[in-house]
Nanobody, 124 residues
Framework: QVQLVESGGGLVQAGGSLRLSCAAS??????????MAWFRQAPGKEREFVAA???????HHADSVKGRFTISRDNAKNTVALQMNSLKPEDTAVYFC????????????????WGQGTQVTVSS
């Protein structure tokens, strides 16, 4: 099992930026075979795909964040990041980091490891 720890959430005004980070750790863990993703969940809503990145760095972003958010990874440091620009109040949610072996998918249930989440609040 992979332990994932998110950081970087907070309160920001609309139009602002935040950078989320996710550190993955497990004894002898190597990220090279894992795809990583970010999901988010707003109160009263289902968990929603945000972005994913394969171990060869192919990326996929949800239409709602395309052009504003960018996912990236550093395999040597076992980290994945989500740069969020031009934030909107509708981006307010708890953001989760997730991992799975193999290719990326937008389906949350296919990811086997999850972080505890970090709150992002965008004020209007």
């Amino acid at each position: 099992q992979v332990q994932l720890v998110e950081s970087g959430g907070g309160l920001v005004q609309a139009g602002g930026s935040l950078r989320l980070s996710c550190a993955a750790s497990r004894r002898t863990f190597s990220m090279y075979s894992y795809s990583m993703a970010w999901f988010r969940q707003a109160p009263g809503k289902e968990r929603e795909f945000v972005a994913a990145i394969a171990y060869m760095r192919q990326t996929h972003h949800a239409d709602s964040v395309k052009g504003r958010f960018t996912i990236s990874r550093d395999n040597a440091k076992n980290t994945v990041a989500l740069q969020m620009n031009s934030l909107k109040p509708e981006d307010t949610a708890v953001y989760f980091c997730a991992a799975k072996q193999g290719g990326t998918t937008t389906i949350a249930s296919f990811y086997t490891d999850w972080g505890q989440g970090t709150q992002v609040t965008v004020s209007s």
